[in-house]
């Protein structure tokens, strides 16, 4: 056969990609893993009983807001990681910039509390299970996540997997904070964070050989 009639047949049947493809496979694998991680809570832990009380307050809105805005920067990094040769620097900020701020913002309500309060403030009452309880939470999304990548073109499958990790903490992190109790800042700062580092460090590791064409 002749490199010409290869080249033809390998083109015959081409459709063109949808609008906007990549991006709906993910916000598809988003709402699998949503809908996944809302039943796993609902079976483990179930519902709080004074939700309605709740959702009343600033707080429980400012603490889901940490989460919804790591998974919007997040979502646009994972685009992008799908993506042979796509620009990452701008995405990466873009995605490390709500938990810079929780730091920021954590690290500050420390230093200005009294030195026999920060402790408190940090381990909260729940310290020792929150963290494992989000990255539970977190493995619907990231099985979800990661089957989507691999649908995709991913040439950086470690960096890929750091950025569906990612995606997954926060999503984990979204479902938990509809059921934790804490509402200190630096107890967020703290727990929060570390179990989004422990989830996109898992997604990391095990993306290698998942995405492996």
Known sequence: MKTRDLVDRLASGVSPVEHNAVARLLNRALMTGLGGSAVLLAALYGVRSDMPELILTAMFW???????????????????????????????????????????????????????????????????????????????????????????????LALAGTGAGLLAGAQGLLVYSLYCPEMAVPFWGVWYVLAIVITTAIGAAIAPRFLRW
Request: glycine residues 6%.
């Open 62 to 156: 400012v603490r889901l807001a940490f989460p919804l805005a790591i998974i919007a920067t997040a979502m646009k990094l994972a685009e992008r990681l799908g993506r042979p040769g796509a620009p990452l620097k701008l995405a990466w900020c873009a995605a490390a910039l709500p938990i810079a701020a929780m730091l920021l913002a954590a690290g500050s309500i420390v230093l200005a509390t009294p030195p026999g309060y920060r402790l408190q403030l940090m381990l909260g009452m729940t310290w020792r299970t929150t963290t494992a309880n989000i990255v539970l939470l977190s493995l619907p999304s990231l099985a979800a996540m990661l089957h989507a990548m691999k649908q995709l073109a991913p040439t950086r």
